[in-house]
Nanobody, 114 residues
Framework: QVRLVESGGGLVQAGGSLRLSCTAF????????MGWYRQAPGKQRELVAH???????KYANSIMGRFTVSRDNTKNTVYLQMASLKPEDTDMYSC????????WGQGTKVTVSS
């Protein structure tokens, strides 16, 4: 059974940092492109950061220079290091795996207080 399990969310003050993790089970992780998305209630889901199987990365303009996506294929895990957090970064962050199929995690909540 395929599962993506996110962790690392929480409450942080503006200017602070968090590191999100997403561990995949049941897929050949190294063959999948991995993405972090976020969504606020009533809004569309948006791509935050993406890392392909060959480590090519892509970032949303809104977080460029503040967030870094990385992956560890030995741990089947993708990370999102978030720095200089702003209140507008408050969202539910979800992990996505895309390859032969597409899978989503349940999400982890990030709240940035001003």
């Amino acid at each position: 059974q395929v599962r993506l399990v996110e962790s690392g969310g929480g409450l942080v003050q503006a200017g602070g940092s968090l590191r999100l993790s997403c561990t995949a089970f049941g897929i050949t992780f190294r063959a999948y492109n991995m993405g972090w998305y976020r969504q606020a209630p009533g809004k569309q889901r948006e791509l935050v950061a993406h890392i392909k199987h060959d480590n090519i990365t892509k970032y949303a303009n809104s977080i460029m220079g503040r967030f870094t996506v990385s992956r560890d294929n030995t741990k089947n895990t993708v990370y999102l290091q978030m720095a200089s957090l702003k209140p507008e970064d408050t969202d539910m962050y979800s992990c996505n795996a895309s390859g032969l199929d597409r899978y989503w995690g349940q999400g982890t909540k990030v709240t940035v207080s001003s």
